[in-house]
């Protein structure tokens, strides 16, 4: 899911960087959203896991609202007042969710549910949050880890960073419809195996610098959550591969499932209860130049983790394996596949956005803006010679 500047435990601030110690104690926590169901056809049992709440409000993806919309009606066909559609305009910020938050409190809703994407979810929490009141979750892709998480990340309108903010509690229930996330693009799939290759690495990177989690004001990480993140990691390499071939015929099989689990619960749960570092903080970093915003957050993070990889000076081994994986499934290892010209000035600018972010100083070493810019250069340099070589 996309992360960022969170307000938690253990925060200092150096000539004006916020920046993140050790825990101060021994206290661990471990946090999850109430439910998760993952399954084919899940959709349809929507009526009767809104029943017990009252009237429902439908947060909808706009390029999704249509249609959903329609299969909604059919889902509450027995009584039709007891749902509400909106349609997402498609910018998580703060006058999207005060529009939504005043159709809401105006018609009586009693939950708020998400439906579609990464921003689009954010969104719900976020008016959940607002009007204090529960909230499920309904992907419509694999794209992120969003679903799971309890954090949402705000935008500004015109759809560049700001921060994060964490919500009063988790979801009640995370639906996962796995037709649904089959019949998605390929591209948000992969979007969302390249959020999930985060997690291991910056699982390991806060346990190096024993940095908080995001569960509550932060603790220290239980050793279950270290497992889920690693297992993330093995499931997109044991399955990853799998799981697109049989997508590219429209077949949902058990890798495909498996990688679904992996992109969505494994990976939210992994960082919401170990952290996260470098990978996600040049994600941050560079939606400050205008021409990342059309790319997904997992395309962004990607290229983030091979500057982790740089930046942390990873095993040839394990360099090799990850490049080679992330350059076959066709996630962007440079920055000319992000549309970014690898300028002295757009360099500098990332660099600066992203040592302004705590999250890269989660490494166990210190950051300075001179060395995330040598780690985006190296990074952009290694994944060009992988693209040569494949």
Known sequence: ??????????????????????????????????????????????????????????????????????????????????????????????????????????????????VGGGKTLDTAKLCADELGLPVIIVPSSASNDAPVSEIAVLYTESGEYIGSRKMKRNAELVLVDSEIIAKSPRRLFVAGMGDALATWFEARANEASDSPNYVGQGYKRCKIGMAIAETCHETLFNDGKKALMALERGAITEAVENVIEANILMSGLGFQNTGLATAHGIHSGLTAVPSTHKYLHGEKVAFGIVCQMILENSPEEEIDEVMAFMVEIGLPVTLAQLDVEATHENISAIASKTVQNPLIHHEPFKITGELVYSAILAADQLGRRYLENN
Not at 84 to 103: M, P, T, Y
Request: with cysteine; aromatic share 12%; charged share 20%.
């Open 1 to 114: 899911m996309a992360h960022g500047n969170l307000t938690t435990g253990g925060r200092t601030s150096i000539e004006g960087i916020h920046t993140y110690i050790m825990v101060e104690n021994t206290t661990r926590a471990f946090g999850c959203p109430l439910r998760y169901i993952q399954g084919y056809g899940e959709f349809s049992n929507l009526a009767s896991y809104t029943a017990k709440f009252g009237k429902a409000c439908f947060i909808i993806d706009g390029f999704l609202f249509e249609e959903l919309n329609a299969r909604l009606k059919a889902v509450y066909k027995d009584d039709s007042g007891i749902f509400l559609s909106v349609c997402f305009k498609g910018e998580c910020w703060d006058g999207e969710i005060e529009r939504i938050a005043k159709i809401a409190r105006g018609n009586g809703i009693s939950v708020i549910v998400g």
